[in-house]
């Protein structure tokens, strides 16, 4: 069966959940937005870029949580700062508390770092999406890199470099700028590099 994923944040004491729907000014109630991992984790994805929007310049701890965490082993874990136990209480958060539709918002990704303040690591997303598109298509690594319960689904990611999904998982996350005044800033964090190919894509070389 597929696995449905919920946005989960943590700042200030606080937790937060988006089910990845989208409200307008001209809907009268938000749109649904596809559920599977692989069905909205792509640049220019609505829910990919509204939710950029709330980490923009603005860090915290970021986790893309599947509905079937709650069945998951350790060896599923590849964020050595996640423990099994926190990835279960992630679950129940997640899918137990009342969840918020995000709010309609352009995102100029390309133009951005996403900035992993944890592991003090950034990943330049110009040249990501240079060197992870194919005929426009492009995997979003955000989702993928915070993801926790992947291949437990349908809709999950089997691609390339799958064993790297959920490295980020809970770490405190940003966007920032791509700008001399950003990279000064990160003196001294790791630049990583970070490829996610779909098998979808590979059908359309």
């Known amino acids: 069966m597929g696995q449905y994923y919920n946005i989960l944040t943590y700042k200030d004491r606080k937790y937060t959940v988006y089910d990845r729907s989208i409200k307008t000014n001209q809907a ?13 984790s792509w640049i220019g994805n609505y829910t990919m870029e509204s939710f950029s929007n709330i980490i923009y310049k603005n860090p915290m701890k970021v986790a893309w949580v599947g509905d079937y965490v709650n069945q998951i082993d350790i060896k599923d874990i590849h964020n050595p700062n996640l423990s099994l136990k926190q990835a279960y209480k992630l679950h129940e958060i997640a899918w137990n508390r009342k969840e918020k539709s995000l709010i309609l918002k352009q995102f100029e990704t390309s133009k951005m770092l996403l900035i992993n303040w944890t592991k003090q690591e950034y990943l330049n997303m110009q040249e990501y999406i240079e060197t992870n598109s194919i005929k426009e298509w492009c995997m979003h690594p955000l989702s993928l890199l915070t993801a926790i319960g992947n291949e437990y689904g349908g ?14 998982a809970f770490d405190e996350i940003s966007f920032d700028d791509n700008n001399l005044k950003t990279t000064l800033a990160l003196k001294g964090f790791t630049k990583r590099d970070c490829n996610f190919i779909d098998p979808w894509q590979e059908t359309m070389l």
């Open 155 to 168: 809709g999950d990611y089997y691609g390339i470099n799958k064993e790297q999904v959920g490295i980020w």
């Open 28 to 40: 009268s109630k938000p749109e649904y937005m596809l559920a599977k991992l692989t069905e909205h």
